[in-house]
């Protein structure tokens, strides 16, 4: 946990410091500034996105990524870190502004728009690429769902309590973070009470 930790630290200050150095042609956002100095980001590219980049494609994250962006018409183009930007997704399925699959990350709108509309999202988008590596690639996907699931049960929202968001961090990924309320646990064992109250009250008619 101590090194995933560590990975997604160093991930966070390599994307920091490639940003820093340069200027914005979509505004003041961080990941905008690495955006335009494109060609030097790439060719400086660090070791650890290099490995990233490799990890992701064998471990069939990355590819993955690619095909669901050829699905939804998204145009492609090379972003920083080693992701690849995939804008202008057509499927509405996930209802998300941005959402990563290995080193893909995916939009319906221009990235231009997206980081206009919230600054750091390209960071959030970066922890995840992490993620896909730790995970080992697509075993990411069921353990992301159940980590939906838990927060679900827990807060009633999809990202709130789940531990995937909170650590590519809930305000930079545009989401709100919910109190801990059971509610899902509640609706659940509503929903429950009901179906194992109906047979009995069926049974009490027939008698
Ligand atoms: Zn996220």
């Known amino acids: 946990m101590a090194a995933w930790a560590a990975a997604v630290a160093a991930a966070g200050e390599a994307v920091q410091t490639a940003s820093m150095a340069s200027q914005s042609r979509f505004g003041r956002s961080r990941f905008g500034r690495a955006q335009s100095r494109l060609g030097r980001t790439r060719s400086r590219l660090g070791w650890a996105h290099r490995i990233r980049r490799v990890g992701n494609l064998i471990n069939l994250s990355t590819p993955l990524g ?8 998204a145009r492609r183009r090379p972003g920083p870190s080693g992701l690849t930007l ?4 057509r499927v509405r399925f996930p209802p998300a502004g941005a959402f990563t699959v290995g080193n893909v990350v995916i939009s319906p709108l ?9 600054p750091e999202v390209m960071e959030h988008e970066d922890v995840h690429a992490w993620q896909y590596f730790w995970c080992g690639g697509l075993a990411f996907l069921p353990l992301y769902l159940l980590a939906v699931g838990w927060s679900w049960l827990r807060t009633g929202d999809p990202a709130s309590r789940n531990p995937f968001e909170r650590a ?10 919910a109190p801990v309320s059971n509610a899902g646990l509640a ?3 509503a929903r429950i009470q009901t179906l194992t109250l109906k047979p009995s009250r069926l049974a009490e008619r027939s008698r």
């Open 86 to 89: 995939a804008e202008g997704y």
């Open 110 to 118: 221009t990235f231009a728009t997206l980081t206009a509309r919230q």
């Open 168 to 177: 590519a961090g809930l305000a930079r990924g545009g989401y709100r973070e």
């Open 187 to 189: 609706y659940l064992a």
């Open 66 to 73: 690619l095909l669901i962006a050829a699905i939804g018409s």
